[in-house]
C-alpha cells in the first residue's frame, strides 16, 4: 500500500464506487479520536422529522444544551440563559491511588498518543487498542454520538462472513449539516451490533437515518424511521421520536481549565501590580 500522505488526500466526500464510499463511511465512523481533541456544539436529544428543516435549537431552545468538551474527559453543559448543568470537577486531582490498585486497562494511552492504521484517505481503518471514552450527560447516545464507532467496529470484517458489519448501510449521500460537509445514509443493525449503551443505541431495529461530520467523524444527526406505533410523535410536537440533532459551533479552540471546574482556580494575574503593605514601626 502507497505511504499515506496527509497533504494529498482525497476524504470521504471524494467520488467513488459504492464499495468504497461504504468503506470510508465506516472508517469516518472510526476517525473521531484522531480528527479532534476539543469541540464546541450545540445539542438536542430528539431528532427532526424533516432532515432539510430548521434545527430544533432554533424553535426550542428549552431542549438545548450547550457544550465545551475538551480531550479526555472534560465537559462543561449549560442552558440557553447560561444555568450550568453539569461540569467536570477532577480534572486535576491526583490519580496516585487509581494506579496503585491498576489493572492492565488503567495503563492504557489515550488514543490521541497511539497510532492507528489509516486508509490512503487519511481516515482510520483499525483502532488500536487504548483509553476510549468520552464524557456523558443524559444517557450514553451522547456519548456515542462524539465517537461513533458502534457504526463500524474497531476493523473492517471479512468479506467472506455476509452480515458481518455492525450495520447494513443504504445509498450515501452528501449534505451541508449546518453549514459544514456531512455524510447521510440509512442504516440497518445486524445481529452483531454491539452499542456502547444499549439502552441508547444510536441506531435502533429497523431503518435509521444518521449524518457523519466529514471534517470530525462525530455524528450530527440520527432518526428512528420504524418506530412502532406507541412512540410516534405527541399531538402538537411535528419532531419528536427517537434521535438526537447536533450542531458544532467550534473545532480545536483552546479551552482553559477553569472552563470546567467548579470554581475557579483563581490564579494570580502576573501582569496586574501586586502592592506590598509594609506596617509603620
Same mark, same amino acid.
Given at each position: 500500500?502507497?505511504?499515506?500522505?496527509?497533504?494529498? @488526500?482525497?476524504?470521504?466526500?471524494?467520488?467513488?464506487?459504492?464499495?468504497?464510499?461504504?468503506?470510508?463511511?465506516? /472508517?469516518?465512523?472510526?476517525?473521531?479520536?484522531?480528527?479532534?481533541?476539543?469541540?464546541? !456544539?450545540?445539542?438536542? /436529544?430528539?431528532?427532526?422529522?424533516?432532515?432539510?428543516?430548521?434545527?430544533?435549537?432554533?424553535?426550542?431552545?428549552?431542549?438545548?444544551?450547550?457544550?465545551?468538551?475538551?480531550?479526555?474527559?472534560?465537559?462543561?453543559? %449549560?442552558?440557553?440563559?447560561?444555568?450550568?448543568?453539569?461540569?467536570?470537577?477532577?480534572?486535576?486531582?491526583?490519580?496516585?491511588?487509581?494506579?496503585?490498585?491498576?489493572?492492565?486497562?488503567?495503563?492504557? =494511552?489515550?488514543?490521541?498518543?497511539?497510532?492507528?492504521?489509516?486508509?490512503?484517505?487519511? =481516515?482510520?481503518?483499525? @483502532?488500536?487498542?487504548?483509553?476510549?471514552?468520552?464524557?456523558? !450527560?443524559?444517557?450514553?447516545?451522547?456519548?456515542?454520538?462524539?465517537?461513533?464507532?458502534?457504526?463500524?467496529?474497531?476493523?473492517?470484517?471479512?468479506? %467472506?462472513?455476509?452480515?458481518?458489519?455492525?450495520?447494513?448501510?443504504?445509498?450515501?449521500? %452528501?449534505? /451541508?449539516?449546518?453549514? @459544514?460537509?456531512? =455524510?447521510?445514509?440509512?442504516?440497518?443493525?445486524?445481529?452483531?451490533?454491539?452499542?456502547?449503551?444499549?439502552?441508547?443505541?444510536?441506531?435502533?431495529? $429497523?431503518?435509521?437515518?444518521?449524518?457523519?461530520?466529514? $471534517?470530525?467523524?462525530?455524528?450530527?444527526?440520527?432518526?428512528?424511521? /420504524?418506530?412502532?406505533?406507541?412512540?410516534?410523535?405527541?399531538?402538537?410536537?411535528?419532531? $419528536?421520536?427517537? $434521535?438526537?440533532?447536533?450542531?458544532?459551533?467550534?473545532?480545536? %479552540?483552546?479551552?482553559?481549565?477553569?472552563?470546567? =471546574?467548579?470554581?475557579?482556580?483563581?490564579?494570580?494575574?502576573?501582569?496586574?501590580?501586586?502592592?506590598?503593605?509594609?506596617?509603620?514601626?
Amino acid at each position: 500500500m502507497a505511504a499515506w500522505d496527509s497533504r494529498n @488526500r482525497r476524504g470521504p466526500l471524494a467520488p467513488r464506487d459504492p464499495a468504497d464510499q461504504a468503506a470510508a463511511f465506516r /472508517d469516518l465512523c472510526r476517525s473521531s479520536p484522531w480528527k479532534w481533541q476539543s469541540l464546541r !456544539f450545540e445539542y438536542v /436529544d430528539r431528532p427532526l422529522t424533516d432532515f432539510a428543516g430548521p434545527a430544533p435549537a432554533a424553535s426550542s431552545p428549552g431542549d438545548l444544551v450547550r457544550a465545551w468538551l475538551r480531550r479526555p474527559g472534560a465537559l462543561r453543559l %449549560e442552558t440557553v440563559d447560561g444555568l450550568v448543568l453539569g461540569s467536570t470537577t477532577g480534572i486535576n486531582d491526583s490519580r496516585g491511588g487509581f494506579y496503585v490498585s491498576s489493572t492492565r486497562k488503567t495503563w492504557l =494511552l489515550p488514543p490521541h498518543l497511539v497510532t492507528p492504521v489509516y486508509d490512503d484517505d487519511g =481516515l482510520v481503518r483499525r @483502532r488500536p487498542e487504548a483509553a476510549y471514552g468520552e464524557p456523558s !450527560f443524559g444517557n450514553g447516545r451522547f456519548a456515542a454520538v462524539l465517537d461513533p464507532v458502534e457504526l463500524a467496529g474497531n476493523a473492517p470484517v471479512p468479506l %467472506e462472513f455476509p452480515n458481518s458489519n455492525a450495520v447494513e448501510l443504504g445509498p450515501i449521500t %452528501e449534505v /451541508d449539516h449546518e453549514g @459544514r460537509p456531512a =455524510l447521510e445514509t440509512t442504516v440497518s443493525p445486524n445481529a452483531s451490533y454491539r452499542p456502547a449503551d444499549p439502552a441508547t443505541p444510536l441506531c435502533r431495529p $429497523g431503518r435509521t437515518l444518521l449524518r457523519i461530520d466529514a $471534517g470530525t467523524g462525530v455524528c450530527v444527526a440520527s432518526r428512528w424511521l /420504524d418506530a412502532p406505533a406507541a412512540n410516534d410523535v405527541p399531538a402538537g410536537d411535528a419532531r $419528536g421520536g427517537y $434521535g438526537h440533532w447536533l450542531r458544532i459551533l467550534g473545532v480545536d %479552540e483552546y479551552m482553559l481549565d477553569d472552563l470546567f =471546574l467548579a470554581e475557579s482556580m483563581n490564579l494570580t494575574d502576573v501582569r496586574r501590580h501586586i502592592s506590598w503593605d509594609v506596617p509603620a514601626e
